[in-house]
């Protein structure tokens, strides 16, 4: 029985910085696992199914898959490696249809001594099994193939840093194509003389790889753009910051016409830069930094993308002068990107200890994934949260109640009517108080609400969506139905399109009070 641990975020923002805020999430780490197993070392996300790398789990590391439609994550089968002592297996992962890939990058294979492999697995009735196990046969000595990779149909490409002064001290990149006979390779990318090659990402036909070219000190980080044609992949344009900078291309994201490059920078705040593809070629979208600006906050050491949300990993943010972590949620929203939350586990504040939080993370459905492989959980063998990706846009400011605190609401869920999937959670509360909570189609300022200390920032006609008790941790939260409000003696629905406005009103000392506002418009 696995541990579960139920957690929530702090509102750690300064009040000219707010953002909206997840309230809940799980936590859990499997149960039996070893001192430093690392579970978390990667993640990736498939609707509902997780796969998590664990790269020190028992003998050689494994992966862990894991159903999240189900009340608590339930594990539906764990991976293990082939038994390789110095493996590594789960430093990468990655998920496609019934395809999955785990990246071993010190395994012995007769390419090479601790040169690297990647585990192919293909979901075969209910279980996963082993299809093939891909290494280059040129490979050397701890070159790390599999440190990054992915999967996009029948293509695989797979990343190599650390190739030996036989291929020139550059990396390189494989390519594989799956075929009657199995996964074929049918390419080598090496990268430019002394250059390096860290992350690499595909969809369809585009590819991104991102290294560091030129050597160090002079060299800088770049991302090469390839695409596929009859004679393979081919470089079509290269993605490089305007000033040198030896991390650019750390971490990469495609969907769609978007490309996303991380930048987690030494010495100085991080970076995240997003491009569009455009008829004259791929164009800046925003080089985002994020709300919270810190020197050396790691930010963009991890970044994925799914349609206008973009989440970024900031592993060296300090939160109350603790070095924990972070990830950072943007949203494109009238022509633009904005930051909409940052989260942080509420436990990793409470209980510092030595933490590389946003480090792994993983976007799709409207959840959100992070691995924390060096968290604590009994033997530090790391821990996996699960997010719900937030929704909305937070509005006027609260009065702060009698604990000194900002009441804040969040929303979780889809923003699609017909989902029917919208859960608002009241976060600050006192034990036992109880919330009302309040929608409404407009905006309006009404200070001092019905005698108590909050202002009321909705206009009327006021709907009541229904009551709570706040839980022992100052929660509490309603589903609602968007195509079901309670209004008078009947129901109305909401539109997509519609903007809608949203506040819990709640007991207080010596009165009552109103949290912050949320406005969220449906689809």
């Given at each position: ?46 609707g509902s199914l997780a796969l998590i790398g664990g790269r ?122 799956r075929r009657s006979t199995g996964w074929v390779h049918t ?337």
């Amino acid at each position: 029985m696995r541990r579960m641990i139920r957690l929530c975020l702090a509102a750690l923002l300064l009040p000219a910085t707010a953002l909206s805020q997840h309230s809940e999430m799980v936590a859990w780490t499997p149960s039996g696992l070893e001192f430093q197993a690392y579970f978390g070392s990667a993640v990736a996300l498939q609707g509902s199914l997780a796969l998590i790398g664990g790269r020190n789990a028992g003998v050689g590391g494994a992966g862990f898959l894991y159903d999240l439609d189900s009340l608590e994550p339930r594990l539906i089968q764990r991976l293990p490696s082939g038994g390789d002592l110095l493996g590594h297996m789960g430093e990468a992962v990655a998920l496609d249809g019934k395809f999955a890939l785990i990246g071993d990058t010190y395994d012995t294979t007769p390419g090479g001594y601790s040169a690297g492999s990647v585990h192919v697995y293909e979901l075969q009735g209910d279980a996963w099994q082993q299809q093939d196990r891909i290494f280059p046969l040129d490979g050397d000595p701890f070159s790390r193939f599999g440190q990054a990779c992915g999967i996009d149909g029948d293509h695989i490409l797979v990343c190599a840093p650390f190739m030996s002064s036989a291929h020139g001290q550059r990396g390189a990149v494989f390519a594989y194509e799956r075929r009657s006979t199995g996964w074929v390779h049918t390419q080598t990318i090496y990268a430019d003389p002394k250059s390096r090659f860290y992350s690499v990402v595909l969809q369809g036909d585009l590819a991104l790889i991102g290294g560091h070219r030129g050597g160090y000190p002079n060299g800088s980080g770049v991302v090469d753009v390839y695409e596929r044609g009859p004679a393979g992949w081919t470089r079509s344009d290269t993605l490089a910051p305007l000033s040198r900078s030896q991390y650019f291309g750390a971490a990469v994201a495609i969907d769609g016409l978007r490309v996303v490059v991380g930048e987690p920078r030494l010495g100085e705040p991080g970076h995240v830069h997003v491009y569009r593809r455009t008829n004259s070629g791929w164009v800046s979208e925003g080089d985002l930094t994020g709300r919270k600006v810190q020197i050396e906050d790691g930010l963009g050491t991890a970044v994925k993308l799914r349609g206008e949300v973009l989440i970024a990993g900031a592993p060296q943010r300090r939160i109350e002068n603790k070095l924990i972590g972070a990830i950072d949620v943007w949203r494109w929203k009238d022509g633009e990107w904005r930051q909409q939350a940052e989260l942080i586990p509420r436990a990793l504040i409470e209980n510092p200890h030595t933490s590389w939080f946003g480090a792994h993370i993983a976007i799709d459905d409207h959840r959100i994934l992070a691995g924390n492989e060096h968290a604590f959980a009994g033997a530090l063998a790391g821990v996996a949260y699960l997010f719900h990706e937030p929704l909305g846009w937070p509005g006027c400011r609260g009065v702060p109640t009698v604990l000194n605190k900002q009441a804040i609401l969040v929303a979780q869920g889809s923003p699609e009517v017909a989902d029917r999937r919208l859960r608002l959670e009241a976060i600050g509360l006192l034990l036992g108080r109880e919330v009302v909570f309040l929608a409404s189609r407009g905006t309006d300022t009404v200070p001092g609400y019905q005698g108590g200390e909050g202002t009321l920032c909705l206009a009327e006609p006021l709907l009541r969506l229904g009551t709570g008790t706040a839980d022992i941790q100052g929660l509490v939260h309603l589903d609602v139905n968007p195509v079901q409000l309670p209004f008078g003696s009947g129901h109305i629905s909401i539109q997509p399109g519609e903007t809608w406005w949203f506040q819990a009103f709640f007991e207080d000392i010596p009165s009552t009070n109103l949290s912050r506002s949320l406005s969220i418009t449906f689809e």
